[in-house]
């Protein structure tokens, strides 16, 4: 297994365009993440999904994000109509429930800038 | 929601020192997990502690779970170059995913001089 992977790693946007990030979880793993960071900061939770039901998405910026996992393995996050403000780094997460422990497994992220 | 407060911002040591941080809450979390992130990468988990109270090593790492539930604090023992980079510590409050997803500190930027 290689681990989360993400793509595209880098994407750079104009204002007032959509785009979308896609996150391949680790296999066996039923949960998928998304988290934002913006620099500086540490990562803050976006939405979540088990297999491919979304269990909590209040956390989503604002009605321009969303996210999908239809068949619950790989995910997509899209922003529409973007904004300045949106420049950040998306990273995804996945964890399996299995062990109990639930412990979350990062990709290395995809970074946006919007001009 | 709930704030971590990560200290000290950054760190500037010598190769060789021993290292110290620590994160505090004013809210009780059930599992604590110390990550370090590399620039342009995703943050890597280092530690996870589960049990207030709870002592845990994984190599020159060494990280507590405070007995109030309330704070965690990193030890990294002779530190060496590759150790560079932020250090975050996330807690979560309930037992596992879902809007408990974990919270995260602001980081602690640790350089090392040769």
């Known amino acids: 297994d290689t681990g989360v992977s993400q793509n595209p790693r880098h994407k750079i946007t104009k204002r007032g365009q959509n785009v979308t990030f896609r996150c391949d979880p680790i296999s066996e793993h039923n949960r998928l993440y998304w988290y934002r960071q913006t620099l500086g900061q540490g990562p803050e939770f976006l939405t979540y999904f088990q297999n491919e039901a979304q269990l909590e998405k209040s956390r989503l910026l604002s009605d321009r994000f969303s996210a999908e996992r239809p068949k619950g393995s790989f995910s997509t996050l899209e922003i529409q109509r973007t904004e300045q403000g949106d420049s950040a780094m998306y990273l995804c997460?996945?964890?399996?429930?299995?062990?109990?422990?639930?412990?979350?497994?990062f990709g290395a992220g995809s970074r946006l800038t919007v001009l | 929601g709930q704030q971590l407060n990560q200290s000290p911002q950054s760190m500037f040591i010598q190769e060789g020192e021993d290292v110290s941080m620590n994160c505090t809450s004013s809210s009780i979390f059930n599992t604590w997990l110390w990550y370090k992130q590399d620039p342009g990468e995703g943050p890597v988990l280092l530690i996870a502690?589960?049990?207030a109270g709870e002592l845990t090593s994984n190599g020159r790492l060494t990280a507590q779970f405070g007995i109030t539930r309330k704070d965690s604090f990193l030890n990294i023992s002779a530190s060496i170059p590759s150790d560079v980079g932020i250090y975050f510590c996330a807690g979560r409050w309930g037992s596992g995913g879902g809007a408990d997803g974990l919270t995260f500190g602001k980081g602690t930027h640790l350089i090392i001089q040769p």
């Open positions: 997460a996945s964890s399996s429930t299995a062990s109990g422990a639930n412990v979350l497994t």
């Open positions: 502690l589960y049990k």
